[in-house]
T-cell receptor, first 115, second 110 residues
């Protein structure tokens, strides 16, 4: 079965600084990979996804992520963080056949942005 | 366009009371439907998924059940809530792409 590890539970960065959130996955084949953001009390918003092709994926709000098969990683990056980026971020791996496509989520990384 | 509705947004229920959370999807046919739960300080855990009317698969043993009485309706239920059922419940749908999430229901069992 697939699994996702987000080793950083909580990260604090200064506004304007760069950001990298780590995600490692375990899956026997090429996975579908996702990053979601969750603001307090809200549902999940998709930031970006990787299905195939170019391993550097651009998402919304200036985020990008790079799929590295050799490292089983899909780290999320942003060159300059804004205060509005403070939220919880979830990495997820999708697997299974077409009839299912359920996601397995990591435990999340809470991002705090200092002024 | 497709939309997903999930209600209520918040719910406070006493231990031992029943539960019914409803989720409906508009603008698509025969979607896969999912219920996820997010416990405090934890990630999301898949509870149930459904590939069609009356077809429910449970991912984890628990105090909850799910039903799909119509193609675009997915209901999460419990006969008697436990304290441990507290959490944030998210409904989602998918067809050929990634799951699309509702805004969630925050359930507090007191």
């Amino acid at each position: 079965a697939q699994s996702v590890t987000q080793p950083d539970i909580h990260i604090t960065v200064s506004e304007g600084a760069s950001l990298e959130l780590r995600c490692n996955y375990s899956y026997g084949a090429t996975p579908y990979l996702f990053w979601y953001v969750q603001s307090p009390g809200q549902g999940l918003q998709l930031l970006l996804k990787y299905f195939s092709g170019d391993t550097l994926v651009q998402g919304i709000k200036g985020f990008e992520a790079e799929f590295k098969r050799s490292q089983s990683s899909f780290n999320l990056r942003k060159p300059s963080v804004h205060w509005s980026d403070a939220a919880e971020y979830f990495c997820a791996v999708g697997a299974g056949d077409t009839g299912r496509r359920a996601l397995t989520f990591g435990s999340g990384t809470r991002l705090q942005v200092q002024p | 366009s497709q939309t997903i509705h999930q209600w209520p947004a918040t719910l406070v229920q006493p231990v031992g009371s029943p539960l019914s959370l409803e989720c409906t999807v508009e603008g698509t046919s025969n979607p896969n439907l999912y219920w996820y739960r997010q416990a405090a300080g934890r990630g999301l855990q898949l509870l149930f998924y459904s590939v069609g009317i009356g077809q429910i698969s449970s991912e984890v043993p628990q105090n909850l059940s799910a039903s799909r009485p119509q193609d675009r309706q997915f209901i999460l239920s419990s006969k008697k809530l436990l304290l441990s059922d507290s959490g944030f419940y998210l409904c989602a749908w998918s067809v050929t792409d990634r799951p699309h999430f509702g805004n969630g229901t925050r359930l507090t069992v007191t």
